[in-house]
C-alpha cells in the first residue's frame, strides 16, 4: 500500500514530465502554424511546384521549381513576411528554356536599350552580363525607378536563372541634375551629333556623379567620340569627363 510521500513523489514525477512536454508540443505546434502561414502565402498556380519546410528555429527551405526567375524572387519576399520566419533559404530552381548565353544577352541588350524611353534613361548607363544563364547588371542609373525597371525587366525574361544587382544609382543632386541637362544640350547640340538622339535606344548615354561625367555609348567615329568629350568638358560645373564612348567596329578606347 503507497504511502502518502510515495503517492506525492510520483505525482510531482508526473508533473514534471508533463511540463517537459508542453514546451515541445507547443513548439511543435507554433512551427505548423508558421509553415501553414507561408503555404497560404504561396497559394498561387505560379508557386504550385515549390515545396515549403520550416525547423523549429524559424528558418524556411524552400525548393522545387518555378518557370520565371521573378517567380523565385517574389517567393522568397513573400515567405520573409510571415511571422515566425526568421530566414530564408531560397533553394528554388528556375526551371523554363534553356537559352544559350550569347542569345539571352543579346535579347536582354535589346530590351533594356528601349526600357523606360522618355522618363531619363538617356542618363542611365547599365551594363548587362551573362554566365550559365545568371544575368549580373552593372553600371548606372540615374534613378531608383530606372533601376528598379531594368531589374524588373531582366526578371521576367524566359532562360534567366537568377539576376545579381551591382547596379549604381547616382547621388541625387540638383547640381547633377543641371550637369545632366546642360552636357546633353551640349552634346546634342553639336552639328555632326545630335544625330545620335534619333534613335532613343542608341544614344550618347550620360552619367553623372558629383559633377563628374560619364559617357558611354557607340558612335560611328574617332571624331564624333572626341567632339562628345569636348563637348561635355565644356559645361560649366564638371569637374572631369571619362570618355567611355566605343567607336564601331574599333576595340574600345577610355580617356
Not at 520573409?80 to 544577352?105: M, Y
Not at 549580373?136 to 524588373?152: E, I, K, M, Q, V
Not at 560619364?214 to 565644356?234: C, M, P, S
Amino acid at each position: 500500500m503507497m504511502t502518502r510521500k510515495t503517492k506525492f513523489v510520483l505525482l510531482a514525477a508526473t508533473l514534471a514530465g508533463a511540463l517537459m512536454i508542453l514546451p515541445q508540443v507547443s513548439a511543435a505546434a507554433d512551427n505548423q502554424s508558421v509553415t501553414s502561414d507561408v503555404q497560404s502565402k504561396l497559394n498561387k498556380s505560379q508557386f504550385k511546384n515549390i515545396h515549403v519546410n520550416v525547423d523549429s528555429n524559424g528558418i524556411a527551405t524552400l525548393s522545387g521549381s518555378v518557370d520565371l526567375y521573378e517567380y523565385k524572387a517574389d517567393a522568397d519576399k513573400r515567405v520573409h513576411k510571415v511571422k515566425g520566419v526568421v530566414a530564408v533559404r531560397n533553394d528554388i530552381r528556375v526551371a523554363g528554356p534553356n537559352i544559350s548565353d550569347q542569345q539571352l544577352r543579346d535579347k536582354l541588350l535589346e530590351k533594356l536599350e528601349y526600357d523606360r524611353v522618355g522618363y531619363g534613361n538617356l542618363f542611365d548607363a547599365i551594363t548587362l552580363q551573362v554566365h550559365n544563364g545568371v544575368v549580373t547588371l552593372g553600371g548606372h542609373a540615374h534613378d531608383y525607378p530606372n533601376r528598379d525597371s531594368a531589374l524588373g525587366l531582366v526578371s521576367t525574361y524566359p532562360g534567366v536563372k537568377d539576376v545579381q544587382d551591382e547596379i549604381e544609382v547616382d547621388p541625387a543632386s540638383p547640381m547633377d541634375d543641371r550637369i545632366r541637362v546642360e552636357v546633353a544640350r551640349s552634346v546634342y547640340g553639336f552639328p555632326t551629333l545630335n544625330k545620335y538622339a534619333i534613335d532613343p535606344g542608341k544614344p550618347i548615354r550620360i552619367a553623372v556623379q558629383s559633377g563628374h561625367v560619364e559617357l558611354y555609348g557607340t558612335v560611328d567615329t574617332q571624331a564624333d567620340k572626341d567632339a562628345a568629350f569636348l563637348r561635355a568638358n565644356a559645361v560649366p560645373g564638371v569637374f572631369d569627363v571619362k570618355n567611355y564612348l566605343q567607336v564601331a567596329n574599333q576595340r574600345q578606347e577610355r580617356n
